[in-house]
């Protein structure tokens, strides 16, 4: 079987972001990008159902700017057969990025998507599940374990709680929580081997998908700053503080 | 103008986060609707009813929405949406692992974009929400006709759970899917409070060095009455499980106390974090980052300093 896995380029999860002046955003200029963390997972763990012999082959997708091209290289040295790049602005919203892997699942087939279930940067959680709608089919959220078997994906979730078993009709939808895998370092020679690796570039007009957002970003900001506070000596001092000055205990 | 707000429950009790959901609903107008889907939940559609400022509680009720599978429970609000002749503007529900599973997919059925983990209202059509793990405030304006969105109970102080008397009516609308089922549920069983809902919360990082460890932070939380979190660092190394971690992708919490304990503070930690309204740190490296949001710090090793503050306290 066929396995999407989708992944988003990202600032690198080490930055510190800044706000610009003006509030129109966060200042992006020389900041190092990344594939967004929980996508890897995603990439990782489609890998992995090849090598276990169960998916046939792993097709990568991303929504975004031709930088995109560098995160579906790297996902083709970690082993991915092929790769796709929508190409259009970066910061499309969660619901035309769904609607544009939609178009992607209409055409490849895939049996199972995987995402990451949150990406970074705008922390929406939103594009598995909107895809998962799309499509009309199952979806594991924030999956901590995946099993494939006789046509039906288990997957074990990660909830507030504790953890939830679910089990889902094939094609099905699954986004990746921390403890799915630990993703691999791409080597060399595997790096080397990505450049030869199709990767094919489309249009959301070629897909026949309107990109229009129902929701506007007005302004950004940084938060309130927390400063600093004191350093005490000894945890009697602590306790003299927490319980006369600050009155918490 | 009427806000739907969807209920966060367990069959048995409506989750206090509920309220907090409520609270957000009020800033945008006043006439409130709680649905609750589920399985046999009388005593959390009475809970609902309670709520001052509701005005009606929809129950539907069915064996397809027992264990709020997002396939079936998605469908049955896009309908509600629908089929009530629009007179939902906007659709709420919190932002736990639930709403987050659930309300995604109500918004790409109504075809709307979703506003994720609001913690203010400005207008009953522009929210603020934190972007980039809270580095950032985002305030984002939407022209949907209906407004799908969750909320950090974190920005609303939760509204009374008493004092209201709203009218009970059933949906017969019946959802199921077919493309998934529930198979079981390993939950947490813990005396202590729940670290989303507690007033003082003690959390331990890659310092505490293993699980049995955790001990020292358990003697102290139950003498302070409070909530055990991690790190990711904790989590990912396999001393607790993962429903305790706090942070960007975890729990955000914004507790009265936070005693962060051998934790150095990643961004992705503070996201999770920084809005309690005291934060003491315990760490043994004095250029930890967390002591840059601490109010109180305290550079020991953690092996001393907490059980003599669990013996002070």
């Given amino acids: 079987m066929k396995v999407l896995a989708a992944v988003k380029r990202v600032v690198d999860y080490n930055v510190k972001v800044r706000v610009k002046a003006d509030g129109s955003g966060v200042d992006l200029a020389n900041v190092k990008m990344a594939m967004n963390p929980f996508c890897e997972i995603a990439v990782e763990e489609a890998v992995r159902l090849k090598e276990q012999g169960i998916a046939s082959e792993v097709v990568v997708v991303s929504v975004g700017s031709t930088g995109a091209q560098e995160q579906l290289r790297t996902a083709l040295a970690l082993g991915a057969d092929r790769a796709i790049l929508v190409e259009t602005d970066d910061g499309l919203g969660s619901l035309a990025v769904a609607k544009l892997l939609k178009a992607v699942v209409d055409k490849e087939q895939p049996q199972l998507v995987i995402l990451g279930k949150q990406a970074i940067d705008s922390d929406n959680n939103q594009t598995g599940q909107m895809l998962a709608a799309l499509s009309g089919y199952g979806q594991g959220t924030f999956a901590s374990h995946v099993e494939i078997r006789e046509g039906k994906v288990t997957v074990t979730r990660e909830i507030d709680g504790g953890a939830q078993t679910v089990s889902l009709r094939l094609p099905a939808i699954v986004t990746t929580d921390l403890r799915l895998n630990e993703p691999r370092y791409a080597s060399l020679p595997n790096i080397m081997k990505a450049k030869k690796k199709p990767l094919e570039t489309v249009t959301p007009q070629a897909l026949g998908v309107s990109i229009t957002s129902t929701c506007k970003t007005v302004s950004v900001q940084a938060p309130a700053a927390r400063s600093a506070g004191i350093k005490v000596k000894s945890v009697a001092e602590l306790v003299e503080k927490l319980k006369n000055e600050a009155k918490v205990i | ?313």
């Fill in chain 2, 1 to 313: 103008m009427t806000i739907l707000v969807i209920a966060e429950h367990n069959n048995s009790l409506l989750a206090p986060v509920t309220l907090n959901t409520v609270a957000a609903a009020t800033r945008i107008g006043h006439d409130i609707h709680v649905l609750v889907a589920g399985q046999g939940a009388g005593a959390v559609t009475q809970a609902a009813a309670s709520i001052p400022g509701v005005s009606k509680v929809l129950v539907a009720d069915n064996a397809a929405y027992a264990h709020q599978l997002p396939e079936n429970i998605a469908p049955l609000v896009a309908s509600l949406v629908i089929e009530q002749h629009s007179i939902y503007s906007h659709v709420l529900a919190a932002a736990t692992s639930n709403g987050k599973n659930i309300l995604p997919r109500v918004a790409a059925q109504l075809d709307v974009d979703q506003i994720s983990e609001i913690i203010s209202v400005q207008s009953p059509d522009t929210f603020k929400r934190p972007i980039y793990a809270g580095n950032a405030i985002a305030t984002v304006q939407s022209d949907a006709a209906v407004k799908v969105i969750t909320v950090r109970a974190t920005g609303f102080d939760p509204v009374a759970a008493e004092g209201g008397a709203a009218i009970v009516e059933p949906v017969e609308t019946v959802c199921n899917a077919g493309t998934s089922s529930f198979v079981d549920e390993v939950l947490a069983k813990s005396d202590r409070p729940d670290l989303s809902a507690a007033k003082i919360v003690v959390s331990g990082g890659r310092g505490m060095q293993n699980g049995d460890n955790f001990k020292h932070l358990y003697a102290l939380a139950d003498k302070l009455g409070a909530g055990v979190g991690a790190s990711r660092a904790a989590v990912d190394a396999g001393f607790v499980a993962n429903d305790m971690q706090v942070g960007q992708t975890g729990k955000i919490v914004a507790p009265a106390l936070y005693i962060a304990v051998g934790i150095s503070g990643a961004i992705q930690h503070l996201a999770g974090m920084k809005d309690s309204k005291v934060i003491v740190a315990i760490n043994k490296d004095e250029e930890a980052p967390i002591f840059q949001v601490a109010d109180y710090g305290l550079v020991a090793d953690l092996f001393e300093a907490v059980p003599e503050l669990e013996r002070l306290v």
